[in-house]
């Protein structure tokens, strides 16, 4: 959990929300992200999160 939350404290300037719910019955934890920011630094932060073991990235896009 604290590689995660360093990482996203790097990348804080481009986070807009943030939620993170527990999921017990899966033993996980989910975190949500809105990001602004372009697909560069989308792809630095899930590139860097997915470098985590036991941290798995999921990444859409929307435009304007």
């Not at 996203?8 to 939620?19: D, H, K, M, P, Y």
């Not at 993170?20 to 999160?49: K, M």
Request: glycine residues 10%; charged residues 20%.
């Amino acid at each position: 959990a604290a590689k995660v939350n360093n990482i996203l404290s790097e990348f804080g300037e481009i986070v807009v929300a943030r939620t993170g719910i527990p999921y017990h019955t899966r033993n996980v934890c989910v975190i949500t992200l809105v990001v602004d920011a372009t697909t560069d630094q989308i792809g630095s932060l899930t590139g860097r999160l997915g470098t985590i073991k036991g941290v798995t990235v999921k990444s859409g896009v929307s435009r304007k």
